[in-house]
């Protein structure tokens, strides 16, 4: 069990990185070379022009001036000078929400700390009971402060169950505050926007074929016969794959004739030749090659778009339905609008640039068989995952792990090791395995079948929050608890291993604070940094930019990633509640996480990131959602350190565990 020193040398580890990562950051921020990287948005909005424009030939790539240099750390207090309302105007309802979520997280966390801290902690601490049960498990300092520290059936358990019904109604006080604010956000935000398309526009799927009639006939014949007063027009989708193709490598040649007309001399004019990447054949005027090969291309793009829309083939079986008012596209959106539920299918038009367009054409059938699919898949997904999460809680348990392997004694027995590896690399190796999960379970989510970017996003993040739920919570706590004592189990009565697992479970707050420092301290600060993007942008300046469309394409913003991000924060939200009552030391870990992912996010909202979309922060009720599913897993979690009397329905945390299987689905089927 890692212990204080333990901790001690994991915070000092995590802090140092983060350090090291923010001063990296406002050191490479300054220089001119580094502009369109960290501030990529403040150019796509025209109000920053590249610093390389002026300057000696040193000044476009270094920056010269000492004194920005003792000033690096003036982006916190920028980053804190825009108000909630112009950070709506200028990067949208989605941004702001999404920052709202730390601070209610700051709100809740911050007096339930302070109680906590000055009332629970306390009171654990003068149990005394791991005194007395240290030869039989395995327990550290951090365990002596928390409730497995007082004795079973104690009096004083009527403190923490009575903080743990305060705590539950502040967080529901909270909660009912902040959804009542955002919701008049969204109204606000919704009643300022202009008219447009989409508002009025109604997605059809499902179109049926009608022999001698195309699709689009068949749409226009049935909404001016069903919905003769508000139907106005509307457009069939058509499979342009290769038209768009086409397109791109218009663009190329564009892009290969801009970067030879700017590099024209007077006295001579560019030459390539007609071969392979230029290595040989025929030696030709450059810009009059491109120039030609761009005439050429530009009847194949006529002849392509005459091909489409005259062969019926290529209209797919879906359509925006436009109206001429949204109480009739509101009509259409929410009713079924045949006798066949299969048929016909209508949704509210995502905006263009939230359309999926690859998924728009799936049938009904297609589109039941997919989701069960992926929701088998998810379901071993999250079992398959359980290996890595039990190896990594096995290096978080080095004392137990030496019970079963004592060849390995040598080894854990260095202090440095020791600390490193149960201080450090759990949380470290659990971030790993999870990088890839998000990408895996958006993969899933494309799938599925939804039309929406914003929907797959939701889709995603609710699979990776249930993914996250199961292994990294419920599963470092029985897997870890389970191998951590078993020497103990071995050597006791069956009767006696409810008890001890209903000891044992605060005892894995280390190694969740463990995480905490690795993903939400030093893992925030890399967020900041982008080294990667960083690294990119450059390799790409290097090799492939010839003009200016080149370097605009090259500076990548990134947007806010909700199918990660969102159920981190959740994650967070879950380990504070339960942890509360259990292990109040644990929530100046989470404080810290919040207020400082917060301000390092308005940061990359206001200079960097720029949506892909705009949803309205239609991702909020599930968050909300979420942490009210937490709050209940809280109250079960409880039962277990808190033996109650004989004749409870749950008396210890094995009963406990065996009902989650069966209420907590039910309690996660609305969220997810």
Same mark, same amino acid.
């Given at each position: 069990m890692a212990t204080l020193e333990d901790i001690g040398v994991s915070a000092l580890i995590n802090i140092l990185s983060a350090f090291a990562f923010l001063l990296a950051f406002a050191i490479l921020r300054i220089q001119p070379i580094n502009d369109r990287v960290y501030f990529p948005k403040w150019y796509i909005s025209g109000g920053r022009t590249s610093p390389r424009r002026s300057g000696n030939f040193v000044g476009k790539f270094l920056n010269?001036?000492?004194?920005?240099?003792?000033?690096?750390?003036?982006?916190?207090?920028?980053?804190?000078?825009?108000?909630?309302?112009?950070?709506?105007?200028?990067? +949208?309802?989605?941004?702001?929400?999404?920052?709202?979520?730390?601070?209610?997280?700051?709100?809740?966390?911050?007096?339930? /700390?302070?109680?906590?801290?000055?009332?629970?902690?306390?009171?654990?601490?003068?149990?005394?009971?791991?005194?007395?049960?240290?030869?039989?498990?395995?327990?550290?300092?951090?365990?002596?402060?928390?409730?497995?520290?007082?004795?079973?059936?104690?009096?004083?358990?009527?403190?923490?169950?009575?903080?743990?019904?305060?705590?539950?109604?502040?967080?529901?006080?909270?909660?009912?505050?902040?959804?009542?604010?955002?919701?008049?956000?969204? #109204?606000?935000? #919704?009643?300022?926007?202009?008219?447009?398309?989409?508002?009025?526009?109604? #997605?059809?799927?499902?179109?049926?074929?009608?022999s001698g009639r195309s699709v689009s006939d068949s749409a226009d014949n049935f909404f001016k016969t069903n919905h003769p007063d508000h139907y106005l027009c509307h457009q069939a989708v058509y499979n342009a794959n290769k038209f768009a193709k086409l397109v791109q490598k218009r663009e190329m040649l564009q892009n290969w004739l801009d970067y030879y007309q700017s590099e024209r001399h007077p006295d001579k004019r560019p030459t390539k030749k007609k071969g392979f990447l230029g290595l040989w054949g025929e030696r030709v005027d450059s810009i009059d090659f491109y120039k030609q090969q761009i005439k050429e291309l530009d009847k194949r793009l006529t002849t392509e778009r005459q091909r489409i829309l005259k062969d019926p083939k290529s209209i797919m079986s879906a359509a925006f339905v436009s109206f001429n008012s949204r109480w009739g596209a509101a009509v259409c959106a929410q009713t079924q609008q045949s006798k066949n539920p299969t048929l016909w299918l209508t949704n509210w038009a995502p905006e263009p640039r939230d359309i999926y367009w690859k998924n728009l054409a799936i049938s009904f059938v297609s589109l039941s068989i997919r989701k069960l699919l992926i929701s088998l898949l998810v379901f071993a997904l999250v079992f398959f995952y359980m290996i890595p999460i039990a190896f990594v809680q096995s290096l978080a348990n080095l004392e137990g792990l030496e019970r079963?392997?004592?060849?390995?004694?040598?080894?854990?027995?260095?202090?440095?090791?020791?600390?490193?590896?149960? +201080?450090?690399?759990? +949380?470290?190796?659990?971030?790993?395995?999870?990088?890839?999960?998000?990408?895996?379970?958006?993969?899933?989510?494309?799938?599925? +079948?939804?039309?929406?970017?914003?929907?797959?996003?939701?889709?995603?993040? /609710?699979?990776?929050?249930?993914?996250?739920?199961?292994?990294?919570f419920l599963g470092s706590i029985v897997t870890g608890t389970a191998f951590q004592q078993l020497d103990s189990f071995l050597h006791q009565s069956p009767t006696q291993i409810p008890r001890t697992i209903g000891v044992s479970i605060p005892m894995k707050a280390t190694f969740f604070i463990t995480y905490i420092m690795v993903d939400g301290w030093a893992g925030i600060a890399s967020e900041i940094l982008r080294l990667k993007r960083l690294v990119i942008f450059h390799l790409k300046n290097m090799i492939l930019v010839k003009t200016e469309r080149d370097r605009d394409k090259a500076m990548n913003p990134g947007s806010v990633d909700f199918p990660e991000t969102l159920p981190r924060l959740q994650l967070y939200f879950l380990l504070g509640i339960v942890y509360a009552v259990i292990t109040p030391i644990l929530l100046p870990f989470i404080l810290v996480f919040f207020a400082f992912a917060y301000l390092v996010y308005r940061h990359q909202i206001i200079n960097l990131y720029n949506q892909r979309y705009?949803?309205?922060? /239609?991702?909020?009720?599930?968050?909300?959602?979420?942490?009210?599913?937490?709050?209940?897993?809280?109250?079960?979690?409880?039962?277990?350190?808190?033996?109650?009397?004989?004749?409870?329905?749950?008396d210890s945390f094995s009963c406990c565990v065996a009902h989650i299987d069966v209420i907590v689905p039910q309690v996660l089927q609305e969220s997810l």
């Open positions: 010269l001036n000492c004194w920005t240099y003792l000033t690096f750390l003036n982006w916190m207090p920028q980053a804190m000078k825009m108000s909630e309302t112009e950070i709506i105007n200028h990067a +949208g309802l989605d941004s702001a929400v999404f920052l709202r979520i730390y601070t209610l997280g700051l709100k809740i966390f911050g007096p339930i /700390a302070i109680v906590a801290l000055l009332v629970i902690i306390p009171v654990n601490a003068s149990g005394g009971t791991l005194s007395f049960l240290s030869k039989e498990l395995v327990v550290s300092n951090i365990d002596k402060l928390s409730i497995s520290n007082v004795r079973p059936k104690s009096s004083r358990f009527f403190i923490h169950i009575s903080m743990e019904y305060l705590f539950t109604f502040w967080t529901c006080y909270m909660l009912y505050k902040e959804y009542d604010r955002v919701a008049t956000m969204r #109204l606000n935000f #919704l009643a300022s926007q202009c008219r447009r398309a989409e508002q009025f526009t109604v #997605l059809v799927r499902n179109v049926p074929h009608v079963v392997a004592p060849f390995l004694r040598p080894l854990t027995e260095l202090k440095f090791i020791k600390s490193f590896l149960q +201080g450090f690399l759990p +949380g470290l190796a659990l971030k790993i395995f999870l990088y890839i999960l998000p990408i895996v379970l958006m993969f899933m989510s494309k799938i599925e +079948g939804h039309v929406a970017l914003s929907v797959l996003e939701r889709r995603a993040a /609710a699979k990776y929050y249930y993914f996250m739920l199961v292994n990294v705009e949803s309205a922060a /239609a991702f909020w009720p599930h968050v909300h959602s979420r942490i009210i599913a937490s709050l209940l897993i809280s109250q079960f979690l409880l039962i277990g350190p808190a033996q109650h009397k004989k004749g409870c329905k749950f």
